[in-house]
């Protein structure tokens, strides 16, 4: 198949783009002019060098592709107008692009939990559920999911909200690794003990090939609407629900410690630091890596079943968690990252 993928130079993109060569797909990329290539230079991969509100290179990106895999987007914003800018709108001119193909291709647009608000302690997310989002960042892919349903009866999409991603070349957790690594401790907002759903970037990876090929596609329009009906839509995960001190227990174990302790910062800390960033964001104009909206996330369940792609899809988990996990340290080790 002949496969445009956005947002390839970001880590998830890496991922997806060595599934789609090994499963001997022709693959065209749109990246930003600077963008790093540095784990995507394959000679048989072909970028075209443009961004989501380039009207003229979207249209000729998508030209001849049979699937487009929509991942670029803004994790971090000043504001909810920069979020909806690019995560909204530019998923909407690449949509446009796409639906004045004679023959569209297949979209499948890479969301987020953040876009369906944080579970209940005891029950994971699943994709028929009311869509709450709590962030700026969730308001703006939830929007995106939105304008998908406009466009739902001209070209056949699927939409996939994975929750906290981690892998090879992933700079968002490196943090936690390098904390672990330095002073044998994993950071706890807050008291309570959350659970937070995880998925390595290769599983959700392989779960997007398996959506494009064989997925359910979006029927029915729900723009203006909080509750989905769950068509066309795919959670991914590995597992249940993990507490972030066992992720800690895990990335202390692939480094060869013994024992990693849990550090719980209590919530006047939590608000602290994340004043602090968010003063400085206001300050700077520059996007900060902890704010309050992440301050707020922090203080929520986070967790989303895979049930319904495996019984679909027969979406299966290779590798457990601590697995990945230490392949993940493994490539920080060669990559001299940690």
């Not at 174990?253 to 919530?267: D, F, K, L």
Request: hydrophobic share 40%; aromatic share 10%.
């Amino acid at each position: 198949m002949r496969s445009f993928v956005t947002g390839a130079s970001g880590f998830i993109g890496y991922h997806l783009v060595r599934q789609l060569r090994a499963a001997g797909d022709e693959v065209r990329c749109l990246l930003r002019s600077g963008s790093n290539i540095e784990f995507i230079k394959f000679s048989d991969v072909e970028f075209i060098y443009g961004d989501l509100s380039d009207i003229s290179a979207l249209e000729k990106a998508v030209q001849g592709c049979d699937v487009v895999y929509h991942l670029a987007g803004r994790v971090r914003a000043i504001n909810r107008k920069d979020f909806l800018k690019v995560n909204c709108d530019g998923t909407q001119n690449l949509l446009n692009a796409v639906s004045k193909l004679t023959t569209p291709p297949i979209f499948i647009y890479v969301s987020s939990i953040a876009a369906a608000g944080p579970s209940n302690l005891q029950q994971p997310k699943v994709e028929s559920d009311i869509s709450l989002p709590i962030s700026d960042y969730g308001v703006s892919k939830l929007e995106a999911e939105r304008q998908i349903a406009f466009f739902c009866n001209r070209l056949p999409c699927s939409i996939v909200r994975p929750p906290i991603v981690f892998g090879e070349a992933d700079k968002m957790n490196l943090a936690l690794f390098k904390t672990v690594k330095r002073l044998g401790i994993c950071p706890v907002p807050g008291w309570q003990i959350k659970m937070y759903s995880w998925i390595h970037a290769t599983d959700l990876s392989k779960l997007l090939l398996a959506v494009a090929r064989n997925g359910e596609r979006v029927e029915m329009n729900v723009a203006g609407e909080n509750k989905p009906s769950g068509i066309g839509m795919y959670y991914a995960a590995a597992g249940d629900g993990i507490k972030l001190s066992e992720v800690g227990k895990m990335i202390g174990r692939s480094m060869g410690r013994r024992n990693t302790r849990t550090v719980h910062c209590p919530p006047l800390t939590v608000l602290c630091v994340s004043t602090f960033y968010e003063l400085k964001k206001l300050l700077t104009g520059k996007n900060v890596p902890y704010d309050w909206s992440k301050a707020f996330e922090s203080r929520n369940n986070w967790c989303c079943s895979a049930e319904k792609a495996e019984c679909q899809l027969n979406f299966k988990i290779d590798k457990s968690i601590e697995e990945r996990i230490q392949e993940t340290t493994q490539w920080y080790k060669q990559n001299n990252w940690l």
